[in-house]
């Protein structure tokens, strides 16, 4: 290599590029060498430092949010809370009319708020099936009274056969727990409400046409009005009807005397007769009596009625989401009534 492609400052032009090239004494490098496991250290402290600082802020912030969690449930649910009371519950029978016993229950708030609800079990049901909204309602102040229809399940408290039930001896039982309910000192008339579940609230939209002035405002659990028309459609007329139906819709026997009582009733044209507040609770998967049922009946009723329809909600409102969800509409359509913003 010549001398004159070296110059001084060891500078190597190749490939129009300048590679700068020095020596490095051996001494140099050695020292270089401590510097480099030092921050090599540095580095490694400060990287376990921020995982512990990052790992403390992120169990602060979970302690933070859990806290702010229970406060808001406290919060939210206080003044509910605040306004519950605690209840007594009182066995109390009915005479019907015929004198046969109508087993009943009365639950008497501490605080009562002078309003009172009856509420109507279904067809092959008890009283127990409405005891959820009874014990929901008298912790808010509402003297609740559950009861077995005469004949109505097999399971029934009350007297009587379920093959000599009907809609229409339920409907006299309604009436009967009605006029005792209205001697007791802890009803105000005027103040009286009424609950019905499937056949119960079918029973129920029949008692309050014939007596609107007794029933202050309805509330329907998936009403079975469905009833007459399926029995026009299970008989074409009531020759067919045997003297007795076994294991009816899979639960009891009935009578021809049930079939006779409903097969000319036109449910949504009777319930026309009730022109005060109602609503009705429909679960969307209702297969035994489908929820456009209950988007008729609203419909015949006209501005003084709404539905609610639950998504999920079977015949029943089960599962627990819109069963939950329906009390806490149930609270609020009668205390809306009270407070007159319906």
Known sequence: ????????????????????????????????????????????????NSKMIIMILSIVSLIFLILSLIF?????????????????IKEQSVTSTSGQNIYGKVYLPKKKNSNTVILCHGFGGTHEDMVDYAEYLAEYGYVTYIFDFRGGSPN???????YEMTPL?????????????????????????????????????????DNKDNIAGLLLLFPALVIPENMRNEFSNLDEVPDRIDNYLGI?????????????IDAYEY????????????????????YTSSVRACQNYGTTCRVILY?????????EVPRKKSLQDTLHFFNDLIDGVF
């Open 169 to 209: 001896t339920e409907k006299q039982d309604l009436s009967d727990v009605y006029e005792f309910l209205v001697k007791q000192d802890y009803t105000t008339k005027g103040k009286i409400y009424l609950i019905g579940n499937s056949q119960g609230g079918f029973v129920s939209t029949l008692y309050a046409a």
């Open 271 to 290: 319930l026309k007769g009730y022109d005060k507040q109602v609503i009705i609770l429909h679960g969307i998967e209702d297969f035994l009596v489908p």
């Open 252 to 264: 009891m026997t009935i009578g021809k005397a049930y079939v006779e009582s409903v097969y000319n």
């Open 72 to 88: 808001i449930i406290l919060y939210a649910t206080k003044d509910d809370d605040d306004k519950k009371t605690k209840y007594k």
């Open 1 to 48: 290599m010549s001398s004159e492609n070296i110059n001084e400052n060891n500078i190597i032009e190749t490939d129009n590029k300048k590679l700068n090239i020095q020596s490095v004494p051996e001494n140099e490098e050695q020292n270089n060498e401590i510097p480099e496991k030092e921050n090599q250290t540095t580095e490694t402290g400060l990287k376990q």
């Open 311 to 319: 998504e999920g909600g079977d015949h029943g409102l089960n599962p």
């Open 156 to 162: 029934s408290k009350s007297d009587g056969e379920t």
